[in-house]
Protein backbone atom coordinates (compact mmCIF):
# COMPACT_ATOMS: atom_id res chain seq x y z
CA UNK A 1 0.00 0.00 0.00
CA UNK A 2 0.47 3.66 -0.46
CA UNK A 3 0.76 6.68 1.91
CA UNK A 4 0.52 9.88 0.82
CA UNK A 5 1.29 13.27 3.34
CA UNK A 6 0.87 16.34 1.56
CA UNK A 7 2.94 19.80 3.26
CA UNK A 8 3.43 23.07 2.29
CA UNK A 9 0.29 25.13 2.35
CA UNK A 10 -0.61 28.13 4.66
CA UNK A 11 -1.62 31.56 4.07
CA UNK A 12 -0.21 33.89 1.73
CA UNK A 13 -1.07 37.05 0.10
CA UNK A 14 -2.38 37.30 -3.64
CA UNK A 15 0.99 37.44 -5.44
CA UNK A 16 3.06 35.05 -3.69
CA UNK A 17 4.07 31.74 -3.58
CA UNK A 18 3.88 28.40 -2.23
CA UNK A 19 5.25 25.22 -2.39
CA UNK A 20 2.96 22.39 -2.04
CA UNK A 21 4.84 18.66 -1.34
CA UNK A 22 3.65 15.46 -1.46
CA UNK A 23 5.49 12.79 -0.10
CA UNK A 24 4.66 8.64 -0.73
CA UNK A 25 5.63 5.71 1.48
CA UNK A 26 4.89 2.40 0.78
CA UNK A 27 4.69 0.35 -2.22
CA UNK A 28 6.00 3.42 -4.03
CA UNK A 29 7.28 1.32 -7.03
CA UNK A 30 3.59 0.79 -8.08
CA UNK A 31 2.81 4.35 -8.23
CA UNK A 32 2.90 5.62 -12.46
CA UNK A 33 1.55 8.63 -12.31
CA UNK A 34 1.07 11.94 -9.77
CA UNK A 35 -1.93 14.98 -10.03
CA UNK A 36 -2.64 17.75 -7.87
CA UNK A 37 -6.44 18.28 -7.27
CA UNK A 38 -8.12 20.96 -5.10
CA UNK A 39 -11.34 21.47 -3.68
CA UNK A 40 -12.70 25.27 -3.07
CA UNK A 41 -15.82 25.82 -0.55
CA UNK A 42 -19.11 24.76 -2.44
CA UNK A 43 -17.31 23.60 -5.10
CA UNK A 44 -16.20 20.37 -6.99
CA UNK A 45 -13.07 18.98 -6.64
CA UNK A 46 -10.72 19.78 -9.92
CA UNK A 47 -7.53 18.53 -11.33
CA UNK A 48 -4.58 21.24 -11.67
CA UNK A 49 -1.48 19.28 -12.46
CA UNK A 50 -0.76 16.01 -13.74
CA UNK A 51 2.73 14.26 -14.00
CA UNK A 52 1.34 11.57 -16.36
CA UNK A 53 3.25 8.12 -16.59
CA UNK A 54 4.24 8.83 -20.11
CA UNK A 55 6.60 11.98 -18.32
CA UNK A 56 3.97 14.76 -19.74
CA UNK A 57 2.70 17.50 -17.43
CA UNK A 58 -0.65 18.70 -18.36
CA UNK A 59 -2.59 22.28 -16.29
CA UNK A 60 -5.50 23.17 -15.83
CA UNK A 61 -6.21 26.76 -17.85
CA UNK A 62 -6.54 28.37 -14.94
CA UNK A 63 -3.17 27.92 -13.69
CA UNK A 64 -1.23 27.12 -16.73
CA UNK A 65 1.79 29.14 -16.45
CA UNK A 66 1.65 30.08 -12.85
CA UNK A 67 1.54 26.58 -11.75
CA UNK A 68 4.51 23.89 -11.78
CA UNK A 69 4.25 20.02 -11.11
CA UNK A 70 7.86 18.25 -11.03
CA UNK A 71 8.78 15.13 -8.67
CA UNK A 72 12.33 13.71 -7.39
CA UNK A 73 14.38 11.61 -9.11
CA UNK A 74 13.34 9.06 -6.46
CA UNK A 75 10.25 9.26 -7.72
CA UNK A 76 8.47 9.33 -4.32
CA UNK A 77 7.62 12.91 -3.68
CA UNK A 78 5.67 15.08 -5.59
CA UNK A 79 5.52 19.20 -5.99
CA UNK A 80 3.60 21.62 -6.85
CA UNK A 81 5.05 25.00 -6.95
CA UNK A 82 2.80 28.18 -7.36
CA UNK A 83 3.37 31.50 -8.63
CA UNK A 84 1.50 34.23 -8.69
CA UNK A 85 -1.51 33.12 -6.32
CA UNK A 86 -5.00 34.64 -6.45
CA UNK A 87 -7.60 34.63 -4.22
CA UNK A 88 -9.82 31.89 -6.31
CA UNK A 89 -6.73 30.02 -6.23
CA UNK A 90 -8.09 29.26 -2.47
CA UNK A 91 -8.77 25.48 -1.55
CA UNK A 92 -7.71 22.66 -0.12
CA UNK A 93 -5.31 20.89 -2.44
CA UNK A 94 -4.90 17.09 -2.37
CA UNK A 95 -1.54 14.75 -3.66
CA UNK A 96 -3.33 12.02 -6.12
CA UNK A 97 -1.26 9.09 -7.38
CA UNK A 98 -2.36 6.30 -9.83
CA UNK A 99 -0.89 3.27 -10.09
CA UNK A 100 0.13 0.00 -12.03
CA UNK A 101 -3.45 -1.07 -12.20
CA UNK A 102 -4.99 2.84 -12.37
CA UNK A 103 -6.30 2.75 -8.95
CA UNK A 104 -6.39 6.12 -7.17
CA UNK A 105 -5.01 7.52 -3.74
CA UNK A 106 -5.84 11.07 -2.37
CA UNK A 107 -3.40 12.45 0.59
CA UNK A 108 -5.39 14.24 3.74
CA UNK A 109 -4.99 17.46 1.92
CA UNK A 110 -3.21 20.58 2.95
CA UNK A 111 -4.69 23.84 3.20
CA UNK A 112 -4.04 26.82 1.02
CA UNK A 113 -5.67 30.49 1.39
CA UNK A 114 -4.87 33.91 -0.86
CA UNK A 115 -5.93 36.50 0.86
CA UNK A 116 -6.45 39.98 -1.65
Known amino acids: QVQLVESGGGLVQAGGSLRLSCAAS????????FGWDRQAPGKPRERVATFSRTGSTNYAGSVKGRFTISRDNAETTVYLQMNNLKPEDTAVYYC??????????WGQGTPVTVSS
Open 26 to 33: GSTSSIKA
Open 96 to 105: NTEDTWYRNL
